[in-house]
Every structure is written in structure tokens, then in C-alpha cells.
């Protein structure tokens, strides 16, 4: 990857990154942000990291861009940091953070669905190991389910719904620089290949449905509260993104 910063500007006259301008030209309808295309933005960032780059350099130096994302951004219970970039009504772009530890984090270890289709990209980081599963009356492992985004008081609350056994269907690693996409339908569980600093950028297109799914195995408490993301928190981990990025982009594959 060549080093130099882009000989491009940054914005137009309205104040939005030409990343977002070259992503949202392609995109195709304001309300249908659909797999096709969320793939195709999470190629363009491998192939195109400069502008990507650019992009995350200036939110970085801009105050009220770091405030807004710190304060929609937070820790996951298991250790790492779910930054949202960008939020519009059809479609996010978040930063998934694992920092740099002694051993590889669980990740996202209850197997869960999602409201929301989405496409994923490692750009820092080995990759990630994926296990998605299917309901079965047969076999798999006992667990019990939980309605996610059923309570309009309280849309982050967890709802029992039931027992249900689970059997794992597939096991994909997605190394740095693939994509993996997702639809509502696949139930998953996610995790860094290795222990060292780990990003995966998620394209995440509109609602699809009202709710999702969440397993947990029995005795496991569904009281996981998120942590507090602090501007302090924001600025070291896209600092440390943008620097392990720029060294090491490679080619969608």
C-alpha cells in the first residue's frame, strides 16, 4: 500500500467524506440497503483504503465527530469495543475493536441473530472464527432462548422465550481482508483467530424485523450490561485501527 495521504479532497462543499459520497452514489435506494451492496462497500474499503483512511483521520481530529460517535459507541461485557462510525436511518458503519491481549477474546460467544443484514470485513487482525447454528429437536446443546428488542420500554432487554437445543451447521474463519455477510436468519457466535489487536469494520444495512434471537447455555446469567465508551476509549482504538491498517491493507478477496 503506498503511505502517502491521498491527493484527493476530503469533502465536498456539503461537508461529507468522499467515502461516504463514493459509498451512498452506489447504494440502491434510500431504504434498501441490501447485501449486494453492503458487500460491495466492505470490498471498496479493502480496495480503496486510502479514502477509508482518510475518513477515519478526519472524524479523529474533529471534537464533536469523536463526541457523537463515543456516545452511540460502548464496551461489549466480553472486552471488546462496538464503535458506530456512521448512523442514518438505512444503513451504519461500525467498528468492531478487540485490543491487543494475552489471549484471544470470547467475542460475541452467545449464539445470536440479528435484526439487520450486514457485511464484515477484517482489516486489522488475523481474522475470525465463526460457528453458526440451527434449532434442532435432536441432539446439539440445551439452551435457553431470549427475545432481543421485544419490549418498546426497554428495547436492550432480554425476554426468556423458551428452551431450545442447538446444533452447530457450519464453521467459517474469515482472514484479513474476506468478506462475510449475514441475513436475519443466521443464528452465530463470533471470535478473534488470535490474541493480538483485532478490527473488523460491519456494514449494517436497515431493520428487517422487530426482534432477535439470543441463546445463552443454562446457568449462564442473560445480565451482561455494556460498558461505557469514553472519548479517551474512541480515540486510542481508531488510532491504533488507522495505524495497524495503513501498514498492512491488502486486496479484497
Not at 467498528?95 to 486489522?124: M, Q
Not at 469494520?201 to 431493520?207: A, F, M
Request: hydrophobic letters at 35%; proline letters at 8%; a negative charge.
Amino acid at each position: 500500500m503506498n503511505d502517502d495521504p491521498p491527493s484527493i479532497a476530503l469533502a465536498d462543499p456539503s461537508g461529507t467524506h468522499l467515502f461516504l459520497l463514493a459509498i451512498m452514489e452506489k447504494r440502491p435506494s434510500d431504504s434498501d440497503a441490501d447485501i449486494p451492496w453492503l458487500r460491495a462497500v466492505a470490498c471498496r474499503i479493502q480496495d480503496d483504503p486510502g479514502t477509508f483512511l482518510a475518513w477515519l483521520e478526519e472524524i479523529l481530529v474533529d471534537e464533536e465527530s469523536v463526541r457523537a460517535a463515543a456516545k452511540r459507541s460502548y464496551w461489549h461485557p466480553n472486552g471488546f469495543a462496538k464503535i458506530v462510525l456512521h448512523a442514518s436511518a438505512d444503513f451504519r458503519i461500525r467498528l468492531h475493536v478487540w485490543p491487543d491481549s494475552e489471549k484471544p477474546s470470547r467475542g460475541e460467544s452467545n449464539p445470536h441473530s440479528h435484526r439487520w443484514e450486514f457485511a464484515s470485513t477484517i482489516i486489522v487482525g488475523e481474522g475470525m472464527h465463526m460457528v453458526e447454528y440451527r434449532e434442532t429437536t435432536e441432539g446439539g446443546k440445551p439452551h435457553t432462548r431470549y427475545r432481543y428488542g421485544a419490549d418498546p420500554a426497554d428495547p436492550a432487554a432480554l425476554h426468556a422465550d423458551g428452551e431450545a437445543r442447538l446444533k452447530k451447521v457450519y464453521s467459517p474463519h474469515v482472514l484479513r481482508g474476506e468478506v462475510y455477510s449475514c441475513d436475519t436468519r443466521i443464528v452465530h457466535t463470533v471470535r478473534p483467530i488470535d490474541a493480538g489487536l483485532t478490527a473488523t469494520v460491519v456494514i449494517q444495512g436497515p431493520h428487517r424485523t422487530p426482534t432477535t434471537v439470543v441463546y445463552c447455555e443454562p446457568g449462564q446469567t442473560d445480565d451482561q450490561p455494556n460498558g461505557e465508551l469514553t472519548e479517551a476509549d474512541f480515540r486510542k482504538l481508531v488510532g491504533d485501527v488507522v495505524a495497524a491498517f495503513s501498514k498492512g491493507a491488502v486486496s479484497c478477496r
